[in-house]
């Protein structure tokens, strides 16, 4: 996807005047991300809080309309991978207290240090970490959704690719957010990246 290391645009929404902006879609991506997807729930891992934000994937689609509509600048990732220089994926770093119902949930120590990964990993490894967290929290009961029976057992779950878990009908999307949350020194909060466009998002070359 891209480094999305820069600092969250959205600044809880504070002194939004001077972001008020409209930037045009780079035509090298294609509409790809939480608008297309098939999920019920959204769940965000980031590593640098030990912390989980889950929320109802509708919500987070508002979520970006809201921005979209207020014209908030979008975060533009890139990989130094891609030499031409052009980004690789779009989307808005949205605070998570914007998205309607989003719970932010500590991760216990000892599920965080089973799954425990460093952010120079493979992509796959951080996303391999992230699923392995929200399927013990879901187990034990920490995570808890309307469309789940409060007791969950392994009969009940199944992942579908590596970031997708389905358990009782709810199929939940599982993304490695490494930073969202995060408190920056002026007292600011990182947000949850909701891409809306990717480079190639099919491997297709």
Known sequence: ???MGQRDSSKSMMGMQGMLIQDPIPACLIEYGIQTEES??????SFDTQTVFMFPTEAGRQAVADYEDKRIRPHLATDPAVRDGDPTARGFKVFWKHIQDCQRIPIPKHIFNV????LSDRTSVK???AAGIVLEMVRNGLIRLPMIAS???DLGLQMRGQDMLVARGAAIQI???WFAGHIYPDGSMRGLYLQTHERNPLRQF
Do not use: L
């Not at 019920?40 to 891992?45: G, K, W």
């Open 151 to 153: 007791e969950v057992t």
């Open 175 to 177: 993304k490695c957010d």
């Open 127 to 129: 996303g391999e970490a």
């Open 1 to 3: 996807m891209g480094r």
């Open 40 to 45: 019920d729930y959204r769940v965000h891992v």
């Open 115 to 118: 799954h425990r990964c460093i």
